[in-house]
């Protein structure tokens, strides 16, 4: 069992940068792939960014390619989700999810409830 806790949100001048947070509760959570996921009012769920669980492989969304940056610490159980030169449409929710595999797709066991990222042109 896996519990994940965002923070870093809020509101932020396009041009700028976020670095989002999860906190990861649970001792297998070094095993588990994870991931960041953000979803727009009307809009479905997009995949942002995916580490394994080494944190050797990382994987990007076209969108986001080259303005954001996964890392994550195991020691501490935490994921980063660093974003810059952030764009109007990167405003949305942005959830934390972890999974068995590496996938993109939002079929996750494991979500956060999420933190909202607003960006003001």
Request: proline residues 2%.
């Amino acid at each position: 069992q896996v519990q994940l806790v965002e923070s870093g949100g809020g509101l932020v001048q396009a041009g700028g940068s976020l670095r989002l947070s999860c906190a990861a509760s649970g001792r297998t959570f070094s095993t588990y792939v994870v991931g960041w996921f953000r979803q727009a009012p009307g809009k479905e769920r997009e995949f942002v960014a995916a580490t394994s669980w080494s944190g050797s492989r990382t994987y990007y969304g076209d969108s986001v390619k080259g303005r954001f940056t996964i890392s994550r610490d195991n020691a501490k159980n935490m994921v980063f989700l660093q974003m810059n030169s952030l764009k109007p449409e990167d405003t949305a929710v942005y959830y934390c999810a972890a999974h068995g595999v590496l996938v993109t797709t939002p079929i996750y066991s494991y979500w956060g409830q999420g933190t909202q990222v607003t960006v003001s042109s």
